[in-house]
């Protein structure tokens, strides 16, 4: 076992552990310099994070949940939109590997003086930065940041365009329930027409041969039948289900995905009134019993309770809510790393 | 001397002196998860505060103010109201004792899209967090969440309600200053009914057998007098006094804590001008001198110069008001220690 | 070589090379307490700090960019306006010498409860900041700070009058690129009037002997041509240019450094219109041919592309505004690094 950093290890901390590490000290079999989507990872690609993750968690297990294999390391979280769970998660995740962390919220920095991007970017890697993580109201925007920043750029989400770490945290959060989730029925419920998580999602479970089902009003899922009928990449082999009906969504379902329904979503007359979605649509625990028994019940959060899941649903015990948000400081933590040996 | 971590200390730091620790590495007699208020502390829970803000007094006067007794823990500070003192000084104490801080500031984070404080909570532990440091505009939110999160709450401050380290720190204050406040007089000056300073302080000065009065224009007292005939817990020996009269409050007195005048309280109709308030109850020089020679003036912050506190007395020979801020850091790291012993 | 502090250094890391250090630790020649502007600086001084700098330009270039001399010192950053660069580059460079950072903005914080900046002082330093790092809408606001704060005041930048930390990256950049600035013609293009940048480099330009010229519409350069004339600090030697012809000022220039057009002085009357300011004082590929050949672009940044600089000049071959940013993490690192010795 060989830490990423060559730099010696603080006195009592171990390295972590069962990772592969090469001659060279990289991960072995990793290769991308960004995480920008989950579209560009092969499925053993994927089963790299999720075997470094499993890694993360038995760090996260211990007494004092730290190693220095980032140890020095410039980590600046770069947030265009407000977001606790995910800032958080990265900050922690980026933490507990002893690397440095410098916030900026774009909302209270001179970004909002009409600087470009471009220029941004360019002046956080002046200034130290060498892994980016970022949130952007514009879908591509992190692409545009990776053509300009000599470090590792990782999408923290994007417009309505990808969350991979969400997706990846959730594939590895159902992963470590149900073991495999090939052909596993597995349905994301809700608005999918402005949901990254969505589209990120068919992405990394379509690989991962999920029976992925899209559940919403009509209107939510404008363009999507289209692509399911292609399947993901183009694939056939990748193609999925899209459905406006709950019941055949939700019938012997293993994995139930609960999107939330943004209120400033109304306005647009897409969505009818609060209320009468959640009677349509809403996972509450008499729809919940059209699925398998002991099915998974999953959120990327924040949660409307009430709304898109009821709160007995949210908090019951086929919840694994919860689960997500540990396993995404794990995700991170493993995409940080192994990001980090490619740098390397 | 033993850390309340096994985990070996960094090469040339002391541990924490003069704490009793126990077999098991806890401190001896602290019993409580949570800091929501100092009306279920004993006085032995107070005098062991004390002792060990004492020896965090040690480290704050060393050339490195920092111990490991932390290290490795996220402490996570969520404010859901502006604070600069109270904010950082939590930050501050619990970098001075090695653990890793997470600031969220609810204005700025993606609680302000509806999520429940519940929901926050849970969140914030799964992403780590194993202390959470809160403050809130509503009375009782910090009891909300301890009912839900695993590690330790410390309340920074819940509406009207308590500030349970702000009148641990006032307290061991008074008591660096006086020996003990056993007999003394304390005086409490100005709106008194919506300060959660003055309610959680009636709970400790009574407990330690201050003779305490409280001080202010008559509709800033409302529902205080039957109260005071009560006593603290409906104890009579810790009764204590309300009156109107600065005359009969300050007449040798040991101590004078001036509160803050909140000007949005002004629309209320409650208060006067600030002009008329600062003439009638406005802790002058010349009415300082009613209190006995040297007594101490203290005030919470931040100062509203020239209304409840003449700036002359801000700045005075009598002022222990720096002292408080700074016995705040060794107060938190005290109770961020004694509390870290416990959850162990 | 000795550390700034006793403490021992972490294993594997090296102490900053090549300052000179006396038998007390401090370093030789340094003097000032605080950083309040380039004025009061010596050329001695201005020399100390380029060398000091050097030094911490190879600490950067390490693997791990890090090194212990501020271990366990608490730098406040206390900002009363928006910034990225200087707040993350003064950050990143306290955090390189593992300092403590607290990040204070008072947008939101209790700041704008309306206590004092005399008071917010104070109880910083109660709270534990040792070395305060300031920027403040009001001109002079840190030579206020510096005279009730016990430790050492950096100035971020006040108001119109000063930024003295970018002056000295500035002129470092010159430096590293130039060998020596004597002589050289410096052009500072744009907003003088407005603009702390320029009034620090005219300390700090002909200090080290350089032959500055300033130039911009006649409006923004009110009262500068009566400086010009005297000297700065009075002194004949130390005359500029000032001129509204950027021909004149251009022809055969060294260095020519843009200066931000703020959009938000457009209303004063003071101004054209953006695009007709572009026309006639940006600086176009074409403007720039009058000067030397590898004349070097410099810009404090944020830029407007495309007003006061165009973008093809922005990031073209003879800018060195990157190295700006970066110089400035190694200027401010060097000045937290001496002003910690003389507080020593």
Redesign the interface.
């Given at each position: 076992m060989t830490d990423v950093?060559?730099?010696?290890t603080d006195?009592?901390e171990l390295v972590i552990p069962s990772v592969d590490v090469g001659p060279e000290g990289q991960a072995v079999g990793w290769r991308h310099r960004h995480l920008l989507d989950v579209d560009d990872l092969s499925i053993d690609d994927i089963d790299l994070v999720m075997r470094t993750a499993d890694a993360m968690r038995e760090v996260?297990a211990r007494?004092?949940?730290?190693v220095p294999a980032l140890?020095?390391w410039?980590v600046?979280v770069l947030f265009y939109e407000?977001?606790?769970?995910t800032?958080?998660?990265f900050?922690?995740a980026a933490?507990?590997l002893s690397a440095?962390v410098?916030n900026?919220?774009a909302?209270?920095?001179?970004?909002?003086?009409?600087?470009?991007l471009v220029?941004?970017v360019?002046?956080?890697e002046?200034?130290?930065a060498q892994m980016l993580v970022m949130r952007h109201s514009v879908s591509g925007a992190p692409y545009l940041a990776a053509e300009v920043f000599g470090g590792s750029v990782l999408n923290g989400g994007d417009g309505w365009h990808a969350h991979p770490t969400q997706a990846l945290l959730d594939l590895y959060t159902m992963r470590s329930r149900l073991g495999s989730v090939a052909g596993k029925k597995v349905v994301i419920l809700g608005d999918v027409l402005h949901s990254r998580v969505a589209r990120s999602n068919i992405w990394s479970l379509t690989a991962a041969g999920a029976d992925l089902w899209l559940c919403g009003p009509s209107t939510l899922l404008r363009g999507f039948e289209a692509w399911a009928r292609r399947g993901a990449g183009g694939v056939q082999a990748r193609r999925f289900h899209v459905t406006s009906s709950v019941d055949d969504a939700l019938r012997d379902a293993d994995v139930v995905m609960a999107l939330r329904i943004q209120?400033e979503r109304m306005a647009s007359g897409l969505l009818p009134s609060l209320r009468e979605y959640a009677a349509r649509y809403g996972l509450t625990a008499q729809r919940l019993t059209a699925a398998k028994p002991g099915a998974l019940v999953m959120h990327p959060?924040?949660?409307?309770?009430g709304v898109e899941i009821a709160a007995d649903v949210a908090s019951g015990v086929q919840s694994v809510i919860?689960?997500q948000?540990?396993n995404?400081?794990a995700i991170r933590m493993a995409l940080l790393y192994l990001l980090a040996g490619a740098a390397k």
């Open positions: 950093l060559d730099g010696p006195a009592g996260l007494p004092i949940a730290k140890r020095g410039n600046t407000a977001s606790t769970r800032r958080v998660s900050e922690v933490k507990n440095d410098v900026v919220a909302a209270t920095s001179s970004v909002t003086k009409g600087e470009s220029d941004t360019r002046t956080l002046a200034l130290g209120r959060g924040p949660m409307n309770e919860t689960d948000v540990t995404g400081v």
